[in-house]
């Protein structure tokens, strides 16, 4: 695991490297921490008050504490669309501005000032890391179980599932192994595991066995189509169906391998054309009712 570990924080901190003044305070945070318990988060997405996102230099998700690298010139952190698709996985793992603590440092301070701002801001993770009684961080979690423990599931959770068996253990199933991604669940749910189609330009979206799953710009909505230009999708049957249980199968922006990210609960809205749409009528799914 300390090789996880090893590569996370390289392929992490690899991340600002173009970024000269941010990738020096960013590296010396870290050197100057010297701990391991703590897991630094690069380039972390933040859901403002007003439903946009910005990215965040460095975050410490086990005590809600972000760190801004101020570099003197405007700073964009609008999202572009590239961004958007690529690091989706990243995007439901956004935190809300108005629940974590922002420590500002200026890169256009002499060398003095900045490493009179970092001593500070180490000072300031050593004490909320002792005051909140963290739990170390391992790249060997199980994440169904710390699901199962706090008694639900959230899209803002930093919980993500290997396979499609792990993330059903937190609705109470003991799978030794499933392939498929849409089945009943129960009287009231369908479980949905789509894979992320991700739109290359002109035209051509990556897709899985002909289908198509693309989010909205506010993750608010699903579009569900096949390929085929002609394909006709069926009308809405009788009666009203089925809420979907939703987990997102999406690339792991720091190892680039697959896992389930939950997106929330979708529900049939209409068709237009040849695609279905889903629109998400809940963030969060209480597990207590499948694990008693």
């Given at each position: 695991?300390?090789?996880a570990?090893?590569?996370?924080?390289?392929?992490t901190?690899?991340?600002?490297?173009?970024?000269?003044?941010?990738n020096?305070?960013?590296n010396?945070?870290?050197?100057?921490?010297?701990?391991?318990?703590?897991k630094?988060?690069?380039q972390q997405?933040v859901?403002?008050?007003?439903g946009?996102?910005?990215?965040?230099?460095?975050?410490?998700?086990?005590?809600?504490?972000g760190?801004?690298?101020d570099?003197?010139?405007?700073?964009?952190?609008?999202?572009n669309?590239e961004?958007?698709?690529?690091e989706i996985?990243?995007m439901?793992?956004a935190?809300?501005e108005?629940e974590?603590?922002?420590?500002r440092?200026?890169?256009?301070?002499?060398?003095?000032m900045?490493?009179t701002?970092i001593e500070?801001i180490?000072?300031?993770?050593?004490?909320?890391a002792?005051?909140?009684k963290i739990i170390?961080?391992?790249?060997?979690?199980?994440?169904a179980?710390?699901a199962v423990k706090?008694?639900t599931?959230?899209?803002?959770?930093?919980?993500?599932?290997?396979?499609?068996?792990?993330a059903?253990?937190?609705?109470?199933?003991?799978?030794?192994?499933?392939?498929?991604?849409?089945?009943?669940?129960n009287?009231?749910?369908?479980?949905w595991f789509?894979?992320?189609?991700?739109d290359?330009?002109?035209?051509?979206?990556?897709?899985?066995?002909?289908?198509?799953?693309?989010?909205n710009?506010?993750?608010t909505?699903?579009?569900e189509?096949?390929?085929?230009?002609?394909?006709?999708?069926?009308?809405?049957?009788?009666?009203?169906?089925?809420?979907?249980?939703?987990?997102m199968?999406?690339k792991?922006?720091?190892?680039?391998?697959?896992?389930?990210?939950?997106v929330?609960?979708?529900?049939?809205?209409?068709i237009?054309?040849?695609?279905?749409f889903?629109?998400?009528v809940?963030?969060e799914i209480?597990?207590t009712?499948?694990?008693?």
């Amino acid at each position: 695991m300390m090789n996880a570990k090893r590569e996370y924080l390289v392929r992490t901190f690899s991340r600002t490297k173009r970024k000269d003044y941010e990738n020096y305070i960013l590296n010396r945070i870290w050197n100057r921490l010297n701990r391991l318990d703590l897991k630094p988060v690069t380039q972390q997405y933040v859901k403002r008050a007003d439903g946009k996102y910005a990215l965040l230099d460095l975050y410490f998700p086990q005590i809600h504490l972000g760190i801004e690298c101020d570099e003197g010139h405007h700073k964009s952190n609008a999202l572009n669309d590239e961004i958007r698709t690529l690091e989706i996985g990243k995007m439901f793992q956004a935190v809300k501005e108005n629940e974590i603590k922002i420590e500002r440092i200026d890169a256009t301070d002499s060398i003095e000032m900045i490493h009179t701002k970092i001593e500070e801001i180490v000072q300031l993770i050593n004490k909320l890391a002792s005051n909140s009684k963290i739990i170390p961080w391992s790249e060997d979690v199980d994440y169904a179980a710390l699901a199962v423990k706090k008694g639900t599931l959230s899209v803002y959770d930093e919980f993500t599932f290997r396979t499609i068996s792990e993330a059903m253990r937190c609705l109470g199933k003991n799978y030794d192994s499933l392939q498929k991604s849409y089945w009943k669940f129960n009287e009231r749910y369908m479980m949905w595991f789509p894979q992320l189609s991700i739109d290359i330009g002109q035209g051509n979206v990556s897709n899985t066995r002909g289908w198509i799953n693309l989010f909205n710009k506010n993750w608010t909505e699903i579009e569900e189509k096949r390929m085929e230009k002609d394909y006709i999708p069926l009308n809405l049957p009788e009666g009203k169906p089925r809420d979907r249980i939703t987990f997102m199968k999406v690339k792991d922006p720091i190892f680039k391998t697959n896992k389930y990210q939950f997106v929330g609960i979708f529900q049939w809205d209409h068709i237009e054309g040849n695609s279905v749409f889903y629109k998400r009528v809940a963030e969060e799914i209480d597990l207590t009712p499948y694990n008693k």
